[in-house]
């Protein structure tokens, strides 16, 4: 009997699913995080240890699987590669969490994905074909994500300190949480992208001027980017992330809104069940 | 006798020169780097060792000089009220490296100074009053600097891999040089500024689509922070940094371009000079 693994691992934690060939679950699993460009010997314990928590009860060893595994950092090849090495299943492919969470929230649709969270990456499933787009992560990419606009509203800060743009309410409250232009210039040395992104909810709600000239102008480069994803084409848009259903309200006039359909955890046993 | 002591510091050295009152120079003296937010002990050792270079010959007890300190990081407060206490001398007074050098570039005449090189800042003086802007930094700020550009230029190649902007010559030749998206990946998470600012002799010059579309908006970036700066005057403007002669070409018929009659050591002796 062959039997499909789907794991969906990221920055906090993995989650196992196991299902027979008619896709019914036969057992779940969960296990610490599992980036595996952060950390591949920790990631493969535990990939090991939610499988085994999802085999609990069968009598079914591990290299008879058929494996899907969407793992956060698998868009870096040589920690994809020696996560492969180590793994006993039958059968392994290995996605980055953005794929199996795309493939889970659109099933068997055509669609784009917009995953708009602390990072954001984008998906396209066409003709039944998923590829993955953007999620260069926060010095290079992460187009529209939390991070970045959190970034933007310091930068923003900053300048208006120096005259350069409007000072605001929201821009004068900012610089007075983290003590002045020295604490923010200190801050955004240090702060990593969650810290940043801390800041985004303030960018999003509100009618604060320069949130609003912010958040505008990612709607404008988000909607871009979606219109060239879209290659004349009006596939629905299905967002994920917390600053999704913000970017969503503001383009549903363009293209159909979809809700995710499934999770990442279902991408992932979607696709190992393709694998057969 | 009241004798005047400029510093010039910076991440790489510090100079110090000693002037009587009728500005005459009485001896120089260098030393190593002098940056205060990165090193307060070291940035005193250094001041030090180039001041007493300097006194080399002469019977004049430090505690005598008039001093104006010009050092990189003087935008920290803290770190120089530390470095105030450590040193002797009879008045002290620190700015930022950019002050020195923009008071060197101009002397007493009124104008404005664009420093650009791997980083940016901008001063204006005005009816002999100097005040700066900009200069925050990598991460929030260095508007149009040579950091800036080279990572705009890395992100366009992303995006351009993506499909989202148009692949050219240049952006082809990056992606191939740093050995892709994951190489410019990984350089873009580790890369120092001067790191980033490598690239930017790539687009200042030549005749690339991407590098003309980048320079072009940053050269328009770096108009509408100078017309701000100008406040309805037309002040002549001084460009300082690898970078400088690149944005003066391309503003010259907008304002009047001087060259910079003195360094940022000039500039501290000067400002020392007039703390009598």
């Known amino acids: 009997m062959v039997v499909f693994l789907g794991i969906d691992g990221g920055g906090t934690g993995c989650r196992a699913a196991l299902a027979d060939a008619s896709g019914a679950i036969l057992g779940f699993g969960t296990a610490g995080p599992a980036n595996v460009n952060s950390d591949v010997a920790g990631t493969f314990a535990n990939v090991m240890a939610a499988t085994r928590m999802a085999l ?5 060893p591990e290299t008879d699987l058929v494996a899907v595994l969407g793992l956060a950092g698998a868009n870096v090849s040589m920690a994809v590669a020696q996560l492969r090495q180590m793994l006993p299943f039958a059968r392994i492919r290995i ?10 929230a659109l099933g068997g649709s055509d669609g784009i994905v917009a995953a708009m969270g602390t990072g954001s990456v984008f998906a396209v499933q066409r003709n039944g074909i998923m590829r993955q787009f953007g999620g260069r992560g926060f010095v290079l990419g992460d187009q529209g994500s939390g991070a970045v606009l959190g970034r933007a509203l310091l930068a923003e800060a900053l300048r208006a300190d120096d005259g350069f743009a409007e000072m605001t309410p929201l821009l004068a409250e900012v610089l007075d949480e983290l003590g002045g232009v020295e604490g923010i210039i200190t801050f955004g040395f240090r702060a990593s992208p ?3 992104a801390a800041f985004a909810p303030r960018i999003v709600q509100g009618d604060d001027p320069a949130a609003r000239r912010l958040f505008d102008a990612a709607v404008t480069e988000l909607r871009d980017l979606m219109r060239i994803l879209q290659a004349g084409d009006s596939l629905p848009l299905v967002f994920l992330g917390g600053l999704g259903p913000f970017y969503a309200d503001r383009l549903r006039d363009l ?5 995710p359909i499934g999770s990442g955890l279902d991408g992932a046993v979607r696709l190992a069940l393709e694998e057969a």
Chains 1, 2 share one sequence.
Do not use: C
């Open 255 to 259: 293209w159909e809104i979809r809700t």
């Open 56 to 60: 609990t009860g069968h009598d079914i």
């Open 194 to 196: 969650a810290e940043f």
């Open 95 to 104: 996605v980055t969490d953005a794929v199996t969470a795309a493939r889970g």
